[in-house]
C-alpha cells in the first residue's frame, strides 16, 4: 500500500502507524528493513554528529550515499536521490518505524534541500498555526487542545514548510506522553509508553502556515501571554528548532539559512507564556489562538 507523508508517497515494510493512505502509484520514498548494521568505514564524511554517553548519533557520506547512526540502537543506509532507506535496530518496530519516518526521513530530505522543522501544527477555521519545539515543550499537547476545540491536524512533532510557506500533512497521530483528561479523543498506548491520539485530519494538500509560536509553558503563569518575535529572533528561533543543529557540512547548511531566512521574513512568530498546570484546561487552545490572532 502507498502512504503520504510530507507530500511524498511513500511505501514501507515497517509498521504503518501515523500515515496517511493515499492512491497507488510510484512511491518517491520506500522503506525497506536492513539485513546488517550499517558499516561507517564506507561514509568517510561526517555531515553531523551529536555525543552521547549511549552511543553515536551521526550522519555520514559517502560514494554509493549516505548513513544515519542513532545512539547504538539503530543505524540506516538511505539515498536523497532516489529516496529509499535501509533501516535496522533493535528496537520495536513501532519505535524503529517512528525513527524511519521521523530523524531519518528528516535527514534525507534536508539532502534535498527541504526545511523540516520540530513542529506541532493545526488548521483552525482556515488558519495554520504550527508549535516550535523540542521535546517536552508542550506543542503536541497545545496542538491536542487545539484540535478539541474543532482544528484539524496537519502534522505532529515533524513539518516540512516551503519558503513561501506551504506546509505539508505529516503524521495523522499525536503523541502525547501522559494522558491528558480535557481530551477524549480514541487513543492507543505505543511501544515507548506514549499515548496516541485518533484526532481530526484536514485535507492531502498543503496549507499555508498563518504564524509559528514559539511555546514557553510556565506553572507559575496565570493567563496566556504572547508576543511577536522581531525578524532577528524569528530567524534563530526558526533555525533552532530546524532539524539542522548537529549538521556542519556548508552545502547543507547555507540552502537551510537561505529557506529559513524567507520563512522568517514571510511569516510570524510569536512566543507564548503558557499556563502549564495540571489538569489543562480544555479552553488553553481556544485562548491560545485569540491571543495569537491579536498581535499579527
Not at 550515499?65 to 545512539?71: E, H, M, N, P, V
Request: proline share 7%.
Amino acid at each position: 500500500m502507498s502512504y503520504r507523508l510530507h507530500g511524498y508517497r511513500l511505501e514501507t515494510e515497517l509498521p504503518d502507524f501515523g500515515l496517511a493512505l493515499t492512491d497507488e502509484g510510484d512511491a518517491d520514498i520506500t522503506v525497506v528493513r536492513a539485513a546488517h548494521p550499517v558499516d561507517p568505514g564506507i561514509y568517510p564524511e561526517t555531515l553531523a554528529e551529536v555525543p552521547h554517553p549511549d552511543g553515536r548519533y551521526a550522519v555520514m557520506r559517502g560514494p554509493s550515499g549516505c548513513a544515519l547512526l542513532f545512539f547504538g540502537v539503530a543505524s540506516a543506509a538511505f539515498d536523497p536521490a532516489t529516496g529509499r532507506i535501509e533501516v535496522e535496530g533493535t528496537l520495536e518496530d513501532e519505535t524503529l518505524a517512528l525513527l524511519a519516518y521521523g530523524t531519518i526521513l528528516a535527514a534525507l530530505l534536508a539532502l534535498r534541500g527541504e526545511c523540516v522543522l520540530h513542529a506541532s501544527a493545526v488548521n483552525v477555521e482556515g488558519f495554520t498555526v504550527a508549535m516550535l519545539g523540542n521535546s517536552g515543550r508542550g506543542k503536541s499537547t497545545l496542538a491536542a487542545l487545539l484540535c478539541a476545540q474543532g482544528g484539524r491536524l496537519v502534522t505532529d512533532d515533524a513539518l516540512r514548510v516551503s519558503a513561501d510557506g506551504d506546509g505539508w500533512v505529516g503524521s495523522t497521530e499525536i503523541r502525547l506522553r501522559e494522558p491528558v483528561s480535557a481530551l477524549d479523543f480514541p487513543e492507543r498506548r505505543t511501544s515507548d509508553d506514549r499515548w496516541a491520539l485518533t484526532v481530526p485530519l484536514i485535507g492531502a494538500e498543503p496549507t499555508t502556515v498563518g504564524a509559528f509560536v514559539v511555546p514557553r509553558p510556565s506553572p507559575d503563569a496565570a493567563a496566556v501571554e504572547v508576543r511577536r518575535a522581531s525578524p532577528r529572533e524569528a530567524f534563530v528561533w526558526l533555525l533552532n528548532e530546524s532539524r539542522s543543529g548537529a549538521w556542519t557540512s556548508r552545502d547543507v547548511t547555507l540552502p537551510w539559512f537561505r529557506r529559513i531566512a524567507a520563512i522568517a521574513e514571510r511569516i510570524p512568530v510569536v512566543e507564548a507564556v503558557i499556563p502549564w498546570q495540571r489538569p489543562y484546561k480544555r479552553e488553553l487552545g481556544e485562548e491560545l489562538m485569540h491571543e495569537v490572532r491579536s498581535v499579527l
